[in-house]
């Protein structure tokens, strides 16, 4: 049953005393309890997308030597709070050449279309606004909007940068949906449904009941849709559409004040998006480790909201880290040129997501779920999945203790920045 | 109301919310954010020239191209995510082999329609005039 549906109907009969079944008002409390879950939703994405351009300023520092923001609030924490106001109070111009509706409307799409996942993104057990049962389609299609959004931008502005941007940044995201599709349809095969819920639910707390763990083809796929949902996000090194460096800042060029913050609060919440759906579809999303669905639907009272909160917890630490990584990996690697960019997309990623797909297809006809070959192959995998974290890790610590040691070297004294010290 | 129904008026909301909260923020913006008028604010950027001409011309033909070759993609991938959704379930029905023949016939076709691009060259940004294959495509 749906969420606002049960939270109505328990409101009504509190409320008014009435059987909701039958009263008139019944869809109107439905309605407005959908739009404040909205807005709620809407300030999720907002304390989450501020902050994190922060979190992002100050790992950049760290990675580049520098400081990063550090003046507004204890060590810089309210930066994103004044980079909004000030964005807020700056004039809204529109190049008298342009095409205005066009042009003014194009903030709206591209928001709406990385808003409207948020309506079937899966929170925790169940924090979910609608269990769609064609979640995965959904999804796909309403990113769509930010394409359309992000070349009604660069037609619209009548200005050449905007334009190359737009057309360009058309180019990468309808390419790189071709194997976000493919490789989140090797979940599909696995799990049987389209709902994101019910992939959750065909996964397990414990790691090796995780869908990337389940077979070799599958940890291929995520690492296959984690590299194309990076493209689909805009971010380095697939940050193609505003190449700073070549097309001034592509689609946005013209775009001031509110409306330019728009199309950057799309771009950071859509870190969370990529983060959440690849934690949904390949890391066990808000499964519990040891706790199974069933225990938490017979829970009563506050055990039941314990458990809620707690797979709401898992949820959010699990899509952090991923986001973490997201943001380290814009650090360290360089930009793609444009022809590299449909050369890694349409002749490496789109044919492995295809062999991804008969792989698992083949799999799931040879070895049945549960048999011993299934398990054995589960360990496997995580075992490979655990080699490559910490070799990941073990990199990034000996990459500190070198920065480390030549800091001393060169001025005789300990680092100026610590390890713990956040970010 | 069936399920469905109240399913599918969640996500229109939620649009609705999206729109409502970017209008809100235009619209309050606009009491407190200046409006001064400067014909050098009109001009569009281009590095601090004065623009010349519209950025409405004609384009690079392999961006359309590109995008013909998503259309028959997406139009796949529309079709095939339905039957990929059953496989399973036709798999413990003990229909298994029916289902990968469905899901492989689709995606073959798909394999044979990328070789396609691929052979023809479609796939390549970076392009030589002199190639005579390409040169006939441009005629």
Known sequence: ?423 | METAQLEFSVVLIYLLVSMIVVFAALLLGRFVRPKVHDPEKDTVYECGERPIGGAWFTFNPRFYLLALVFIVFDVAIALVFPVATVVRDWMVAGDGAIAVLALLSFIVLLVFGLAFVWGHGNLDWVRDIEDPKAAEEQS
């Open chain 1, 1 to 423: 049953m749906n969420i606002f549906q049960s939270i109505g109907d328990q409101l009504i009969g509190w409320l008014f005393e009435v059987d909701p079944a039958t009263w008139p008002y019944t869809y109107l409390v439905y309605a407005l309890l959908i739009a404040l879950g909205g807005g709620l939703t809407f300030g999720f994405v907002a304390i989450f997308a501020g902050p994190v351009t922060w979190v992002e300023r100050r790992v950049a520092g760290r990675m580049m030597s520098r400081i990063g923001p550090n003046r507004v609030g204890p060590q810089g924490v309210l930066q994103w709070l004044c980079d909004g106001l000030k964005c807020w109070m700056k004039e809204d111009l529109v190049p008298a050449c342009a095409d205005r509706p066009l042009f003014r409307f194009a903030p709206y799409l591209v928001f709406g279309g990385m808003f409207g996942t948020f309506a079937v993104l899966p929170f925790g057990a169940n924090i979910v606004a609608t269990e769609l049962n064609v979640g995965i389609l959904y999804l796909l299609a309403v990113t769509g909007f930010v394409v359309i959004g992000m070349l009604m931008a660069g037609w619209g502005s009548n200005s050449k940068w905007a334009m190359f941007g737009g057309i360009r940044s058309a180019a990468q995201l309808v390419s790189y949906e071709i194997p976000v599709a493919f490789a989140l349809m090797t979940v599909v095969l696995v799990a049987g449904s389209m709902s994101l819920q019910e992939l959750v639910l065909g996964q397990g707390g414990m790691p090796w009941e995780w869908f990337v763990f389940r077979n070799p083809f599958l940890f291929a796929a995520f690492f296959l849709f984690f590299t194309a949902a990076i493209a689909e996000g805009n971010r380095t090194p697939f940050d193609l559409p505003e190449a700073e460096s070549e097309l001034v800042a592509g689609y946005n060029v013209e775009y001031s004040g509110m409306r330019y913050l728009f199309f950057m609060f799309a771009e950071w919440a859509n870190l969370w998006v990529m983060s959440a759906i690849a934690t949904v579809a390949f890391l066990g999303g808000w499964q519990i480790p040891g706790v199974s669905p069933e225990v938490i639907a017979a829970s009563e009272g506050w055990t039941f909201v314990g458990w809620q909160a707690l797979s709401v917890a898992i949820f959010v630490a699990k899509a952090s880290v991923l986001v973490f990584f997201v943001i380290q990996l814009r650090w360290t690697l360089p930009r793609l040129r444009i022809d590299q960019l449909m050369v890694t997309c349409w002749k490496y990623l789109v044919p492995l997501s295809l062999a991804c797909i008969l792989g698992v297809l083949v799999l799931m006809l040879l070895i049945p779920e549960g048999s011993l070959v299934d398990m054995l192959l589960r360990v496997v995998m995580l075992a490979v999945g655990l080699a490559i974290a910490i070799t990941y890790l073990r990199k990034v610590r000996a990459t500190y203790l070198a920065t480390r040691e030549t800091y001393r070297n060169m001025e005789g004294k300990d680092q100026w920045y610590p390890a713990y010290r956040l970010p």
